[in-house]
């Protein structure tokens, strides 16, 4: 127990902050990119959508460290891209934090994308024809009716991808290293210091990254619980 | 009001080539499930863009393939009533209402007070359209439709997923509630009473075509040929080999007819409505028809017979004949009738 508090006392806190920072950034972006992506492939004809939802998915299904690799790939300053932010706008992606929001955004976007389509899909396509004759645009349909009518969905997606881009371990590491106050995450700093054999201050993030999970997920389920008790879902 | 359309769409099965302009304010179009009345409907709307045709309502163009003219649903100014109302389910009566109003504030708070008081929604505004009441739902989304004064309301098939009871009270309701709307109203459905009671002017639609058109009343007397006399009801059905200008054949029940009005050349069906048999007892006189029973069906308020004709030789289809309760009590009386007697003003001549 001595030890616990003698830890406690000397814990570096600075991985729970940059995990939340990134996770909520990272939830933030993949919030509305999925949801904008989700309407585009809702749109689209069939055979156009096979080919964007398997792009879209394809971070999803495949092993964090291959993202990583093609995220390098892009970003690196020896390779085009990488060297055009840098010298246009001096973004700097690898070894900085800019990278875990990168990468997390990556890996945790098809979470948000996907159940955003499934939740459109499932609205009765006579609510779009009907806020067409009623005269709304269909910029109004989508932000008034569609996205709201799709409210569970979006919600239940939003958490995913909170929860998939806090954990986030493979392509951040990769991108953005593992830099103690910079790049530092819970989840990289849990693998160093198991790496140490220092199985009680893993032990101490473990818990927090439970606590915060399960926080989140609480308060998720309470917020959309309550809004959608009245409506009716088909 | 005035409205004519000219609509041709390839479709998965068929085509749809509808075309029809009528100055009535009330317009009923009937059909089977599936034979293109709601993809009309949906081409006047906007919602379905025709391969080419026009559609014009009054003297305003809002689809012309030949100029390049489609106006988009939002410009049309169209009311589209929808089957299943397509409320929106996250909003409250007041903000459905509100929905497609574009002025400010003060007018649209003030317009939807009118309609919920007009549409008798008083206590409903704050509630979700899924606390509702079918027959509630329905006036809040005409309520809804008529809130922005369309020049044209569509309903598409409004009563089909209602149990019979709230069908009528809600058909009731909604006569009540267009009557004084000056715009053009066009309903369809596969109901023949339903557009029977409603519109003054009749479509009958088969596969994408328009095989009837006039007044409603006199499309129902005369339907002209077999599909229009099928969906307007009519069950019983037979070729003709015509004898002479007034005396045809009717091949399937097996007896001459004898008519006093002239039987066109075109002529090659006869119809007659299950209903309209006149059971008679002893002499055979002119066109009646000797049958046997085949089976009969006891319903709440009349009773169907499925007879054959007499003639073996006729390779008759069964004949419907319905007769309501209070003609019973006289087959209770007397009997199984001799012979079936078909009134001549009410034989279907058909093309």
Known sequence: ?234 | MAISAEIHRKLNHFALDVCFSSKSRRIGILGASGCGKSMTLKSIAGIEVPDSGNIVVEGRILFDSDSRINLKPQKRNIGYLFQNYALFPTMTVAKNIAAGLKGNRKENEQRVREMVRKFRLDGLEDQLPAQLSGGQQQRVALARIMAYEPDVILLDEPFSALDMFLKDQLQREMVQMLEDYRGTVIMVSHDRDEVYRFSDELLIMEQGKIVAAGPTKEIFRRPGNKAAARLTGCKNFSRIKRRDSHTLEALDWGILLNLKREIGEDISYVGYRAHDFRPVWGERGENMIRFDLESSAVLPFERNYYIKPEDDTAAGEVICWFVQREKLEMMEKCGQPDFLAFDEDKILLLR
């Open chain 1, 1 to 234: 127990m001595e030890e616990i508090m003698e830890i406690l006392k000397e814990l570096d806190w600075s991985p729970l902050f940059i995990s939340l920072k990134t996770g909520v950034v990272a939830t933030v972006i993949s919030f509305f990119l999925g949801i904008f992506a989700a309407r585009k492939t809702v749109k689209a004809a069939p055979g156009k959508k096979a080919v964007i939802d398997g792009i879209l998915t394809l971070p999803m299904v495949l092993p964090p460290t291959v993202a990583g690799f093609f995220l390098l790939l892009l970003f690196s300053r020896r390779r085009p891209l990488g060297e055009f932010l840098f010298e246009e706008f001096g973004f700097k992606v690898v070894q900085t934090w800019l990278g875990c929001v990168i990468a997390a955004t990556v890996i945790a976007f098809p979470l948000m994308y996907r159940n955003a389509r499934a939740a459109m899909e499932q609205i009765d396509v006579n609510l779009v024809y009907a806020g067409r004759t009623l005269g709304m645009s269909d910029m109004k349909i989508f932000w008034k009716i569609v996205v709201p009518t799709a409210g569970p969905g979006i919600a239940s997606g939003t958490i995913l991808t909170f929860a998939r881009a806090l954990g986030e371990y493979g392509a951040t590491s990769m991108l953005a290293g593992n830099i103690p106050g910079k790049t530092g995450t819970i989840s990289q700093k849990i693998a160093m210091v198991i790496q140490d054999g220092d199985y009680l201050t893993a032990g101490i993030w473990v818990i927090i990254v439970m606590m915060i999970a399960f926080a989140v997920i609480f308060l998720m389920n309470l917020i959309s619980g309550k809004k959608m008790k009245n409506i009716g879902r088909w």
